[in-house]
């Protein structure tokens, strides 16, 4: 087959699946694709997942060590701060289904963080019954003093990535992540058999 079809061709199929993306979009991915021969189906996956789950394993010990510099009562709670941040006033179970926790945990950090002071509540308007919480100002200068350190461990990590191919990592994951953050809150609770399940069925639609 001609070079310049097969071109076409890759780029056709890769525009179909990614609409919204340009031509650099493509030049990254199809140079990544070409530099070696990949593993099929099952076996890239685990690859994949694998990789991922050892780069976030990786980034979790530095960012331990990090928020341990900080004034936060226990690293985990940098989660629940940056969350509130990115969220705004929210009631706490939205807080704790954004960060894909269990309730009773989530509850406890939030208890927490009341405690010392990093996060305020409310009465919701909209619902007497309901309480809002958010960021304190104690909260908030807090956080910004962990983002400093986060950024820290994040530059140990994909400091080697320029920013072309941090940028095409984002476009390749964000859809898969955006689909995930929906299921997972919804799935949590249910049988794995379920969840495989519906899954799957939520890509044939």
Not at 96 to 113: Q, S
Not at 181 to 190: D, G, P, R, T
Request: with cysteine; hydrophobic share 35%.
């Amino acid at each position: 087959m001609n070079k310049a079809v097969q071109l076409l061709i890759a780029w056709d199929a890769f525009e179909q699946k990614h609409p919204n993306s340009n031509l650099d979009d493509f030049c990254r991915f199809y140079l990544s694709q070409n530099k070696q021969s990949h593993p099929a189906g099952v076996q890239s996956r685990g690859l994949l997942l694998k990789t991922l789950g050892r780069i976030t394993s990786a980034f979790s010990l530095y960012h331990k060590a990090a928020m341990n510099k900080t004034n936060l009562p226990s690293p985990d709670l940098f989660y629940f701060l940056n969350g509130l941040a990115f969220l705004g006033e929210v009631r706490k179970t939205e807080l704790i289904n954004y960060l894909l926790m269990e309730y009773t945990t989530g509850m406890e950090a939030i208890t927490r963080l009341q405690k010392e002071h990093l996060i305020q509540e409310r009465a919701d308007e909209r619902d007497g019954r309901a309480k809002l919480i958010s960021l304190s100002e104690k909260g908030k200068k807090t956080l910004a003093d962990c983002y400093e350190y986060a950024s820290k461990a994040s530059e140990m990590v994909l400091g080697d990535l320029d920013e072309d191919s941090i940028q095409l990592c984002i476009h390749l994951l964000k859809g898969i992540e955006e689909k995930h953050s929906k299921l997972a809150v919804e799935l949590k609770n249910k049988d794995f058999d379920d969840m495989y399940t519906q899954v799957c069925q939520a890509d044939k639609e």
